[in-house]
């Protein structure tokens, strides 16, 4: 009978596990007062407390903390550091400053911790690193791993050969689940985590695969054929890692194998490596709507962070500067009325905001593939007329109040009409900006922002002081 895990208020040890609603909300990270500590014991140069506060914690924290830390204070840290600089931890650190964090490791401390590595994290590890350091880590492994690293290597960045781990659990399609079990037990090789058994032919073709857990509650003299999964697909070496990351998503993959141009098994991917691209992808489209250089890190520091930035900084001061020869040729209707001034901003920034809210949408459906040429039409009909429905609702709210603010229902008029154009616009733009931009093989999440950002601004403008002056005037 399965246990009832549900606190009981009468059972003090159990009350303790029980969910806190007032607990930090950094309890499951490093809290504030142990960064502190950690800075504390930095500063002073203290290695024996430094060591005492790390010993306890997980190496994806510890990792963590050191991508938090100021460079000059990681400097200091890595050369205090005397604990277990083990595999978990160099594999967590953001690639940012992975580079920088192996040049501060002794030699013997990084080939230690890359021997503990699967192949796809070695991989991963030393893709982005010069000569140098790639020589220096392809030293420490031994035959069979450098090979298996290189081969890796030898396919093209961001394809499925990269993401691949060599480490692969095989078993004859023919063998029972007692001779899978004996050859387990059997051997000392085996990856540190793994899903499935891969059936295979004997030239080596997937076949199917077996769940580790039909595997254990299945009877000795079963076939392994009898438990395969229903889910089983192969990947092809050269795809690309975003798709290998929609087909986890799509099928609740766990782990799939990896085969070449001939279909034989080559390596396997797991379901934490699919989804970090998932994740690293989704991170870099808000990074590009927003115009900010994807390699950003909170530990860059203010020149750096600037120079990422000021390209599109630049663009944009371009692009704006066509909102400015809207307004020039509207110069008469502004000194006539001077309150357009005041409200021209209202109009322009809510189209913004829309156009936002749209873009944002569609670029996330593109990414998921939620979006494509069978049902682009649909949605764009759908924000058309979203857009309208939002504009006729602040035309209503605006209009008025500028009627009764300004004492001229005229005025109303015009507002509220010029809203509802630069809702139209900006609902329209923040779908076909990025639609149009992924049809001609540019990415949607790069360059979209500016375009819709001008296309609002530029519009709004245009349609407020336009429509002043055929109205007002």
Known sequence: MAEDLRPDPQDPLRAQTA????????????????????????????????NLLLEPMHGADIADIIERLTPAHRRSFMGLYSGEFDAEILTEIDESIREEVIDLLPREVLAEAVREMDSDDVVDLIEDL?????????????????????QSLAYPEYSAGRLMQSEV????????????????????????????????????????????????????????????????RTIGVLAEEGDVAYVFNQYHLISAPVVDEHDRLVGVITIDD??????????????????????????DGAFTTAKQRLPWLVVNLFTAS???????????TITALVALAALMPIVASTGGIAGTQSLAVAVRALATRDLNSSNAKRVVKRELFAGMLNGAGLALILGAGGAL???????????????IVNQIVAALGGVLVPLSLEKLGLDPALASGTFVTTMTDVMGFFAFLGLATLILL
Request: aromatic letters at 6%; hydrophobic letters at 45%.
């Open 405 to 419: 603010i300004f004492g001229d229902i005229n005025l109303g008029i015009v507002l509220g009409l010029a809203m």
């Open 19 to 50: 969910p806190d609603p007032d607990r930090d909300e950094e309890e499951f990270g490093p809290s504030r007062e142990l960064l502190a500590e950690i800075d504390a014991a930095i500063e002073a140069g203290d290695t024996a407390r430094l």
């Open 169 to 232: 659990v095989t078993a004859p399609e023919h063998w029972t689940v007692g001779e899978t079990i004996d050859f387990l037990r059997a051997e000392d090789w085996l990856p540190e985590q793994f899903y499935h058994i891969i059936l295979v032919d004997p030239r080596r073709h997937p076949v199917g695969y077996v769940t580790l857990g039909r595997l254990l509650a299945a009877k000795r003299e079963v076939r392994l054929t009898d438990l395969t999964e229903d889910s089983f």
């Open 322 to 332: 066509l909102s400015a020869i809207v307004i020039t040729q509207f110069e008469d």
């Open 274 to 299: 699919a989804m970090a691209v998932l994740d690293e992808e989704h991170e870099e489209d808000i990074l590009r709507l927003a115009g900010v250089n994807d390699e950003s890190h909170v530990s």
């Open 130 to 150: 010069d000569e140098r350091d790639q020589a220096t880590i392809l030293a420490a492994l031994d035959e069979v791993d450098r090979a298996a690293v290189q």
